[in-house]
């Protein structure tokens, strides 16, 4: 007597993931398998559809393990690559099967899909499941293998171009249209089309004001309004594009030769640098890793670059401003400290050559390395030691999704020799790759992990960090959830250890992105679930909130070019008293420069149409009712957390909204 079971195929609905080719499908059960079934349709399958079929067998298949899924190309046309979403088997009994697939197959080809209900590799109960698990990983490894852009820094994936990807890590058509990268595009879109090749000075700031409009960006705006003022300058450290420099300071160091006369104007009567050092309100940011890095030549002139230090107070205005500034690391005669009291002139140049440096660091460092950079790391070792059933890879997968597309494109047109940073930053040449170098010699797991990085810094009582305080709900609300999700299928500790997949995973992320470094503090293995659920949430929030922190404000705070200079075309000031307004613009970037800056910081601070926010899981790996609820949990957290957010943002004049969950990628793809 035959079994008949009904079996429905869901086309994905990107633009591009219809087909016209000839598409066939077949079970394997527990008991036995089907024959091979062709999907017929009177069309293509296309965008967004779904077919259902019914397939008869002479036999009961028992429990339906795996879906086998074909594709022919028809004769004499094109091949036409097909996008499938899922596959549901409805079986004789009723008991539906789900088989989450959200892969590409290209070509005449053939792809087997693991029925929905996350395991791990010791619950492949059948023999035909150990064979898929083992074909699977070869197959993964095969398609995404390490390679290494420059010794020193984190391993990548194996590409030259993203074109060299496999399919199912590029972007879909629908996010091609919006891909950056495209310069002309955005020198268009800002007015700047007459300023991309030339090779002149500014003459003023009036100059630099008319040549993009600002007018209709409230926090670019503001910053052309109030980029001299100390307090604005401060005020950057904690909640600008790049939050996360700033330390307190328990003691002035020896290279910094700060004294009690120098800021006792600034500190205020009846107080003493001494004394408001033990309170805990002075803070420093030393740019200490740019010392000795050459700095690069563009268009054949000679640029400047140098590594200052801030010093800076929380006065009792609960307003962070600076105090102090050395240009240059060691002290001396040639280096003198630049104070508020100095003339304007003096004390601005001082301040420029401070957000100079903090434009090389927040580009090359907080934004390309310690995120898109480690994201990759998380993202390739993902795909080669954890298969589509593992429960960590339906976890992490939405939350590294594109980071392969979008860092390829990177390393050819932004960190290439001649890309932008290249063109346009002092750090460019052999400069970049040396900061990234140091920078990886540096870097520690307890960095990474936020609550960790706060403490080691001094900041928890630091006021107006409103960085800091969204930063933490984001990290907690993705640490409940990563909680919810472990505790469902890790009953214990023991659990965590015997997994060798996780294993695996970890020492691969070890080895292959922090180059085994042992003093990097990074995990070999995970032994608990404690430490587990601190590893993923630590992924997750890099790949989200960390990357929305200094990636989403770039154009707010960067548009002006004199906060944000990427370059210095004149030496540092040896003395004071002899800067002029000329001075000043004589170092800025030239037009060129600035348009390219300006340019590249529009197309990375824009939002795709088809970004997905983080807690939105449009590929429903998850498949059981408890790691769905999981993720229902967690997104009425995040909902609680914009509305907090937005009730905190009512009373403020600068609104802090780049941790808004709704404007948090789930994952980074741009």
């Known amino acids: ?356 440096a903090d434009a090389q660091i927040h580009q090359l460092l907080s934004h390309l390395l310690e995120t898109h950079l480690f994201a990759e790391i998380f993202c390739v070792a993902t795909l080669r030691k954890l298969p589509n059933a593992h429960p960590l890879f339906k976890l992490l997968m939405p939350h590294l999704k594109y980071t392969l597309h979008i860092n390829t494109g990177a390393r050819e047109l932004l960190i290439s020799d001649g890309g932008v940073i290249d063109k346009a930053f002092s750090t460019g040449g052999a400069g970049k790759v040396q900061i990234l170098q140091r920078a990886m010699d540096q870097i520690t797991y307890s960095y990474l992990c936020l609550p960790e990085d706060l403490a080691s810094r001094g900041v928890e009582r630091l006021p107006k960090y409103y960085y800091r305080d969204d930063a933490l709900k984001i990290w907690f609300a993705i640490n409940r959830f990563v909680e919810n999700i472990v505790k469902i299928y890790y009953k214990d500790d023991a659990t965590v250890l015997d997994d060798s997949e996780i294993q695996e995973w970890a020492t691969e992320i070890f080895t292959e992105g922090f180059l085994a470094r042992q003093s990097s503090g990074f995990p070999t293995m995970l032994q608990t679930r404690a430490e587990l659920i601190k590893f993923l949430t630590m992924i997750i929030f890099t790949c989200s909130g960390r990357h929305a922190a200094v990636n989403t404000g770039q154009f707010d705070w960067g548009s002006w070019m004199p906060n944000n200079p990427s370059t210095m075309q004149k030496p540092a000031p040896s003395e004071k008293g002899k800067t002029g307004m000329f001075d000043i613009m004589c170092t800025l970037p030239g037009i060129q420069g600035t348009a390219i800056v300006v340019a590249t910081i529009y197309l990375l601070s824009k939002t795709s149409p088809s970004a997905t926010k983080l807690g939105t899981y449009v590929e429903e790996r998850f498949t059981e009712a408890e790691p769905r609820a999981c993720i229902e949990t967690f997104q009425k957290d995040l909902q609680q957390i914009t509305l907090e957010i937005e009730k905190r943002n009512e009373s403020l004049e600068l609104k802090y909204e780049y941790l808004l969950p709704d404007l948090i990628e789930n994952s980074i793809a741009i």
């Open 1 to 356: 007597m035959s079994v008949t079971y009904e079996v429905t195929v869901a086309t994905g609905g990107s633009i591009q993931a219809g087909t016209i080719d000839k598409i066939s499908v077949s079970l394997v059960g527990s008991l036995s398998n089907s024959d091979k079934f062709r999907i017929w349709t009177l069309f293509n399958l296309s965008p967004g559809s779904t077919k259902t079929m019914n397939i008869e067998s002479e036999d009961n298949l028992g429990e339906i393990l795996l879906v086998k899924l074909y594709k022919d190309a028809r004769l004499l046309i094109p091949e036409d690559s097909w996008y499938c979403q899922y596959v549901t088997v409805k079986a004789p009994n009723n008991a539906v099967h789900n088989f989450p697939c959200y892969s590409w197959l290209v070509g005449e080809s053939s792809l087997t899909v693991i029925e929905g209900k996350a395991r791990r590799k010791c619950e492949y109960q059948y023999p035909i499941l150990e064979e898929h698990w083992v074909n699977e990983i070869q197959s993964r490894q095969e398609a995404y293998q390490w390679s290494t852009f420059v010794p020193g820094i984190p391993r990548n994936i194996k590409a030259e171009s993203a074109s060299d990807l496999p399919k199912d890590a590029q972007f879909t058509l629908d996010r091609k249209l919006y891909l950056i990268f495209d310069l002309d595009s955005a020198f268009l879109d800002l007015g700047m089309n007459s300023l991309k090749d030339s090779q002149k000075m500014w003459n003023n700031l009036e100059e630099v004001q008319k040549s993009v409009d600002l007018s209709k960006v409230p926090v670019a705006a503001y910053v052309v309004k109030h980029w001299k003022e100390d307090t604005f300058f401060g005020y950057q450290y904690m909640n600008g594009s790049n939050p996360q420099l700033i330390k307190q300071c328990t003691h002035i160091p020896s290279k910094f030769p700060v004294t009690d006369e120098m800021v006792s104007s600034s500190l205020g009567p009846g107080t003493s640098l001494q004394e408001e050092l033990q309170k805990g309100n002075i803070y420093i940011v030393d740019y200490e890793i740019l010392h000795g890095i050459p700095a690069n030549s563009i268009l054949g002139k000679q640029q400047y670059l140098e590594a200052p230090m801030c010093l800076l107070y929380s006065n009792p205005e609960n307003d962070l401003i600076p105090i102090a500034i050395q240009i240059r690391q060691e002290p001396g005669p040639q280096n003198p400290i630049f104070l508020p009291s100095d003339g304007k002139y003096d004390w601005c140049l001082a301040k420029i050559w401070v957000r100079h």
